[in-house]
């Protein structure tokens, strides 16, 4: 079921000699939908975002967009633009031909590809820039620019590659709920790569957690952070406990974790750590099996009942909260 | 604590300023003195009169000589240019591994570990009326007669100049050239961009300084140039540099002196206006 501007992994695999960067992965991205490949670095998603943009050959399968195998056309002719990691504006041009640079090198004349920039450069709010060199801008505003220049060629689909690395995290927060605006005005998929799982959870439609080469598991943003398959999805995401316990494994969110007396809960931990985080308390504590388990708990609650360094305590938790996970 | 600190200052610059004006500013100052001096076939004697300007000024053979020097500039130049670029974009764009880079960059010096007298008189058998090139071509059924512009000709003293300084136009660019981020090219490419359009309009705008200061290179170099003029031309052409050494050897030092001068300020200008058309100094 492929509607317009929907895009399709079939199989799509990269090998770099003897090594497997992208394993066989299959995916349906819905038109219009803001999503992100997480995983931690390595594991592929890079690759994969390079291999839809046109930067890196398909060793294997397909990309389809709307219908159309685009696996093996030239990076422009694909529907898609990229942004790039570092933006990689053109230091010696100005703002606004940065932004006209592909309508120039499409043959369009002076008037119009003016005319067009000028468009762009007031979508993301960079008019009063438009005769500045990229040196003479700041991060979020060379990110701005390099947003300008992707989306002037009308794209189905923008790849971002890490765009929010390069800038402080007071700055990242704003420019993703930017990010995040714009998508949504504009209506077209944005595939983002990131290793930072808040920076997905707060931006993302659909979630696509790549390990290995693989794709561990996608879903809408929530279904991945409260249902999480795997262990490894449980960890990267982030929040979550994983326990071994006789009945298998089971991945537990630390803030549905109950901290009782040893008797009272269903298993004993020894704390080991104590982080005030404002809102809430994070308690680590060591259980059976040396692993780690953490607590979160309101910062009220604890300091009603505050614990030591070395206590023994008790964990419980609500089976409802419990996700059997695979290995 | 402030005069302290400037004394320090003060100190710091010393070596590299005694340095500039032992072997720079003296020599320059020197020569600029002896060019308003007096000569007799001789002797010299100290004046100040400016008979050697005046002669210099008013006589064809400067013009001519002048125009001459500035030609082997400008063609040695575009030469270079063409070549040095080619080679440069070859090392740094289609050598993927940098340690085939440094190798094939050291290849390119080689040559620099002779003499240029050498690399220069090398030519001179290859080029010769009986010489290689003329006996292959003969050979091959090219040509009946032996080519007589081979060897002292302009061709020959060109080709010794290109020969002698194209590594001086590589260097700057490739040194150019590895300082532009891969990143910008596929940005160019993800712009629809084709081969050429990303080679005219990224990388040889940010390739501009490397190209000025290659530039400065080969111009200076081929305008000061006297031993390649007259090797290679068998002293049948000659440029400033040759009217200089014969002046010297006639023991005319102020006419000599006068005419360095004339030369000197010619290369200044020729500079000053490279660099009115780019700005080098975030390159060095």
Not at chain 1, 9 to 30: C, P, Q
Not at chain 1, 88 to 108: C, E, K, T
Not at chain 1, 246 to 266: C, Y
Not at chain 2, 227 to 255: H, K
Request: charged share 15%.
């Amino acid at each position: 079921m492929t509607n317009a501007a929907d895009l399709e992994f079939v199989s799509l695999t990269k090998r770099y000699g003897n090594t497997v960067a992208v394993d066989a992965i299959s995916h349906h991205f819905k038109a219009g939908t803001y999503a992100c490949l997480l995983g931690p670095s390595g594991c592929g998603k890079s690759s994969t975002l390079r291999m839809i943009a046109g930067h890196e050959e398909v060793s294997d399968g397909a990309i389809v967009l709307s219908g159309r195998d685009i696996s093996h056309l030239p990076p422009a002719r694909r529907g898609t633009a990229m942004m790039f990691q570092s933006y990689a504006l053109f230091p010696h041009l100005n703002v606004r031909d940065n932004v006209a640079f592909s309508l120039r090198m499409a043959g369009q004349d002076k008037a119009t590809r003016l005319a067009r920039a000028d468009e762009m450069l007031d979508l993301v709010e960079m008019t009063q820039y438009a005769e500045r060199k990229p040196d003479q801008l700041s991060g979020g505003q060379q990110q701005r620019v390099a947003l300008a220049r992707a989306l002037i060629t009308r794209p189905q689909v923008l790849l971002l590659d890490e765009p929010l690395s390069a800038l402080d995290p007071f700055l990242r927060v704003r420019m993703r709920t930017e990010l995040k605006r714009l998508q949504r005005d504009l209506g077209i998929s944005f595939i983002h790569v990131t290793h930072g799982q808040d920076e997905a959870l707060a931006l993302a439609d659909e979630i696509i957690v790549m390990n290995d080469a693989r794709i561990e598991q996608a879903g809408p943003a929530r279904e991945v952070f409260n249902a999480p398959r795997s262990a490894f999805v449980a960890r990267f995401m982030g929040g979550h406990n994983v326990l071994h316990l006789p009945q298998g494994r089971i991945a537990l969110r630390s803030d549905v974790m109950s901290v009782t007396a040893p008797e009272a809960g269903r298993i004993d931990g020894r704390v080991t750590g104590i982080e005030y985080q404002g809102t809430h308390v994070a308690l680590i504590s060591v259980v059976a099996g040396d692993e780690e388990v953490t607590a979160l708990l309101p910062e009220r609650e604890f300091f009603q009942n505050p614990r030591e360094l070395g206590e023994v305590i008790g964990l419980g938790w609500d089976d409802r909260a419990a996700h059997p996970i695979s290995a | 604590m402030l005069r302290n600190r400037n004394l320090v200052g003060w100190l710091q610059a010393a070596p590299l300023a005694t340095v500039l004006l032992g072997f720079l500013v003296a020599p320059i100052a020197m020569i600029v003195i002896v060019s308003f001096w007096g000569a007799t076939e001789y002797s010299i004697y100290p004046a100040f009169q400016f008979d050697n300007y005046q002669f210099l000024f008013s006589s064809p053979v400067t013009y001519t000589v002048f125009f001459n020097t500035l030609k082997y500039a400008a063609i040695t130049w575009a030469f270079t240019l063409v070549i040095g670029f080619t080679v440069a974009y070859f090392l740094a764009f289609e050598i993927r591994s940098l340690k085939w880079q440094i190798a094939l960059f050291l290849l390119c010096t080689i040559p620099f570990w002779t003499s240029n007298i050498i690399r220069m008189i090398s030519w001179i058998p290859f080029l010769g009326r009986n010489g290689i090139a003329n006996s292959t071509l003969i050979s091959w059924g090219v040509i009946d007669e032996p080519l007589e512009w081979l060897l002292f000709s302009d061709f020959s003293v060109i080709l010794a100049f290109v020969h002698l300084y194209t590594l001086f136009m590589v260097v700057p660019i490739f040194n150019s050239m590895m300082r532009i981020d891969r990143s910008l090219i596929e940005a160019a490419r993800d712009c629809g961009a084709n081969g050429f359009q990303t080679l005219w309009n990224v990388i040889v705008p940010l390739c501009k300084p490397g190209i000025m200061i290659g530039t400065i290179f080969v111009t200076t170099l081929v305008m000061g140039d006297f031993i390649t003029v007259r090797f290679m031309s068998g002293s049948q052409r000659a440029n400033v540099g040759r009217l200089i050494s014969n002046d010297i050897s006639l023991l005319q030092y102020p006419s000599a002196a006068a005419t360095a001068v004339v030369l000197l300020c010619t290369v200044l200008i020729v500079i000053a206006v490279l660099l009115r058309l780019v700005d080098i100094r975030k390159e060095l």
